[in-house]
């Protein structure tokens, strides 16, 4: 089968995400501490990876133990657009629309919770599961509400209290929906909900205690909910979580909460904000990548040298796998022996290897555009893919996938016999990537974000595409300019960006167009903000995704000019400077698509 084909994680067994799981926790650390902890991340930087991995099965086979033996035990909460975010809880009454979310976000994580036992094979502690049902869970579901006459009952079997459980919550769940569905579908109505009312704190925390007394569990140690995708929770749902967060009872139970840099806000229900360190740990998955491109380079080699090892069976190093285009290598060679040679300096022994270092690629590629044969450079080669993959690894093994694909379908070659990816398959699917990344998530920012506001004549879904053609626009043109760094991927503000660019640049990092880190501003007294275009896009405003890394520092005046005028924000931002080639001016942003 295709080594690199992307698969979902929790569809995929213990035995094969143990074999394929390359160890990133010494990179993410903070994960597995007793603490509560929001892991961020774009889409397919590794976050459900990470918590499938955290699974009690995976944990066994990992420490080769048992369940008594684990540090903590993970119970799996995924968060989908559909699953709790009712329009109709908006026709509630500010006070009822939190005790109603409060409860269907309880009874969520609970009916989550159970489902994830019936995975393991409990069935000899049917005595445990009996006590726990009939004296600890009916008597916190009584507390909240809910009727109990007639469900304390005897049965044969763990599994047959668990499905119980279920069934009792799932009625509960669905007795507050139905509620919900009234109100909404007679605004005027004066029915009151007379159903359960759950919280964390009295409900779910609590049955949670009484889980972790029982013998399979790990003695002492804690329970942690792995509550995936975070940002579809409504406003209200995100602020009772962080309440639960504000609780600090992490040391029985720890929450590990992903988000896609879209959480809605760090307020409770009280207004009052969560703060990091005191109540969380908090890590960015695509920041730390980004600004340590050597752990990343690493974490893809091992990625990809498991993969080929287990589906092709083969010991084949990831570089001659994905070989770059010898040719072009020589020429980049011959421009980084001329540029050396010129700037050879008695005084600074450095002086010749480091601009041909920061030069080489840009005079290839002036010398590329200027030669009748109109060629163009080639992105084939594994450090361009890991280069291009922005800190993202999903956004090497998707390229990969349709290489190896590509080339199988071409040569109608069994997938044991290819032991390389020629480097033509390699730069046209790249190529083919970079302009499907801008296309499908377009689609998608248009549907949530492409309404306007008010009397404005562009949406936020404009100001982003605006945003992305402006900086492609200008990185290009430095690229090649005769500036002293000309592989330019960042933009440092020296002031704070107004609420407006703030909204457009959160989006493009929810997207994963750009990274956030910070950088010592010019006056040496603090810190700038600075914005990284992700190198995904590098094939397509034709960047080098492996140079010398360069930023631009400039007034956020200056970048939010780019929101509505792209064209006048490239001339500003690069005025100062000349470009060898004027002819080779960047296309704008989806010309070709």
């Known amino acids: ?62 420490k080769d133990c048992t369940l008594t033996d684990l540090d903590f035990f993970s119970l799996y909460i995924p968060i989908k657009l559909t699953d709790i975010n009712y329009p109709e809880l908006d026709r509630l009454k500010n006070n009822s629309n939190t005790f109603i979310n409060e409860h269907l976000l309880t009874i969520y994580v609970a009916i989550k919770c159970f489902k994830d036992l019936k995975t393991y094979d409990l069935t000899s502690y049917t005595k445990e599961f009996e006590t726990f049902y009939n004296d600890i869970f009916l008597w916190y579901v009584d507390i909240s509400g809910e009727d109990t006459s007639g469900l304390n009952i005897q049965l044969e079997s763990s599994d047959e209290y ?54 399979f569990m790990p003695d002492g140690k804690p329970i942690f909910l792995l509550i995936d995708d975070a940002g579809y929770l409504n406003t209200i749902q995100t602020k009772i979580l962080n309440t639960w967060v504000s609780y600090r009872n992490s040391s029985e139970v720890s929450l590990k909460i992903s988000t896609q840099l879209d959480y809605k806000s760090y307020k409770t229900i009280t207004s009052k904000t969560i703060d990091s360190p005191h109540d969380y740990s908090q890590i960015n998955i695509a920041t730390i990548y980004t600004s340590s491109n050597k752990k990343y380079y690493h974490r893809i080699e091992n990625i990809v040298r498991k ?8 010991e084949i190093e990831p570089s001659d796998f994905f070989p770059p285009d010898e040719k072009q290598a020589q020429e980049i060679k011959a421009f980084y022996e001329k540029i050396r040679k010129e700037n050879e300096n008695p005084n600074k022994p450095y002086a010749g290897r480091d601009a041909a270092r920061r030069y080489a690629t840009s005079e290839y590629v002036k010398h590329l555009r200027k030669t009748r044969s109109g060629g163009t450079y080639n992105y084939a080669g594994f450090d361009n893919l ?17 290489m190896f694909s590509e080339y199988q379908t071409q040569n109608n070659e069994s997938d ?35 309404e306007l506001n008010g009397n404005e004549k562009l949406s936020k879904a404009d100001k982003l595409y605006n945003l992305l053609e402006g900086l492609g626009g200008m990185f290009s043109k430095i690229f090649v300019s005769d500036r002293t760094e000309r592989v330019v991927f960042s933009v440092a503000l020296n002031n704070t960006p107004d609420k407006e660019l703030k909204e457009v640049i959160d989006l493009a990092m929810s997207y994963g167009y750009l990274h956030q880190s910070s950088i010592g501003n010019k006056q040496g007294t603090g810190r700038s903000r600075l914005y990284i275009l992700s190198r995904t896009l590098a094939p397509y405003f034709k960047l080098d995704p492996t140079g010398f890394k360069g930023y631009k520092f400039m007034n956020s005046e200056i970048l939010k000019i780019s929101l509505v005028n792209p064209k006048k924000f490239i001339e500003i931002s690069t005025k100062s400077f000349s470009v060898d080639n004027p002819e080779s001016e960047q296309k704008s942003l989806f010309e070709n698509l």
């Open 386 to 402: 890991v280069n291009i993959s922005s800190g993202i690894i999903r956004y090497f093994l998707e390229p990969a996938s349709r």
């Open 162 to 215: 668990l499905n119980k459980i279920i069934r009792v919550l799932e009625r509960m769940f669905i007795k507050c929906k139905q509620y919900c569905v009234r109100v909404a579908t007679s605004p005027n109505s004066t029915d009151e909900y007379k159903g359960a009312l759950c919280n964390y704190l009295d409900f779910l925390y609590p049955i949670l205690l009484g889980l972790r007394k029982l013998s």
């Open 416 to 450: 044991s016999s290819i032991s390389f990816i020629p480097n033509r398959i390699q730069n046209e699917e790249i190529l083919k990537f970079s302009e499907k990344f801008l296309e499908d998530e377009f689609k998608k920012i248009f549907e949530e974000h492409g």
């Open 307 to 314: 993969r080929i090892k287990k589906y092709l069976d083969r």
């Open 1 to 62: 089968m295709n080594p690199f084909d992307v698969k979902t994680p929790e569809k995929l067994g213990a035995s094969e995400i143990h074999e394929l799981f390359v160890d990133v926790f010494t990179d993410f650390g903070q994960v597995k501490e007793v603490f509560h902890t929001f892991l961020n991340g774009p889409r397919g930087s590794g976050k459900s990876m990470m918590f499938r991995y955290m699974m009690p099965d995976c944990q066994m086979l990992d």
